[in-house]
């Protein structure tokens, strides 16, 4: 009777085995391709990257159906850490594959692009000369101009910067009235993401003299004779 007893529970052990490896394995295996989120991570203080690079790069994971299916819920990342990078210069980064964090029983086999180029350049600061940008009709002009202060302080790419000759104010809009003015006026944002004013509370004072400038009087009008 004992012997008996001994060999159910072997058998019963044996079933729950198969059924709990069929559970796990029967359903095979799959693979996914996601985009995933590009996180530039450690850039130093004193560098900057110049060139686009993209939002997001595909991953293709490979595993488990039932663990592909709880993927699509989860958030991945692709780190990209720079920390180590001292100079200015193109710099050649391979996106390493376990760089993405992914659940036990799955694994990232392909990782496209695969590699990154990163146009690095020093932050500077530069003082750059400030250029009132009016809006006004053709017959209106302006003498007399003056800005206060006439230049502004912005930190950026170095190779931008020292190509930068001047920067121009928020567009200006005195009233159309001859006589002289005096308004308050931004600092249009400089081409380029990488490009900041350092002081964002900076206040610029435009003063001139608004006047009308006489049209030229064509020949018709002078006889008063038609086209």
Not at 124 to 149: C, D, K, M, N, Y
Not at 167 to 186: M, N
């Amino acid at each position: 009777m004992g012997l008996l007893r001994r060999y159910n529970l072997h058998f019963w052990a044996i079933i729950i085995a198969v059924a709990l490896w069929l559970q796990v394995h029967g359903q095979g295996e799959g693979s996914v391709s996601l985009d995933i989120p590009l996180q530039v991570q450690g850039t130093p203080a004193e560098m900057v990257i110049v060139n686009d690079l993209p939002d997001h790069v595909r991953v293709t994971v490979k595993g488990l159906q039932s663990r592909l299916k709880d993927l699509r819920q989860k958030t991945l990342t692709m780190a990209l850490d720079v920390s180590d990078i001292t100079t200015p210069g193109v710099v050649v980064r391979a996106l390493q594959m376990d760089a993405v964090a992914v659940p036990v029983g799955l694994r990232i086999e392909k990782v496209q692009p695969d590699r990154l180029e990163l146009q690095v350049d020093r932050l500077v600061t530069r003082s750059i000369p400030l250029h009132a940008h009016f809006e006004l009709p053709e017959e209106w002009q302006v003498s007399g101009l003056t800005i206060e202060p006439g230049v502004v302080k912005l930190v950026g790419p170095e190779v931008w910067l020292d190509s930068l000759k001047k920067v121009d104010t928020s567009p200006i809009r005195p009233e159309l009235k001859r006589g002289p003015f005096k308004v308050k006026a931004g600092v249009e944002s400089p081409s380029g993401k990488a490009i900041r004013l350092v002081d964002n509370n900076i206040e610029i004072e435009v003063k001139g003299l608004l006047f009308q400038a006489v049209a030229p009087v064509a020949p018709n009008e002078i006889t008063g004779e038609e086209r």
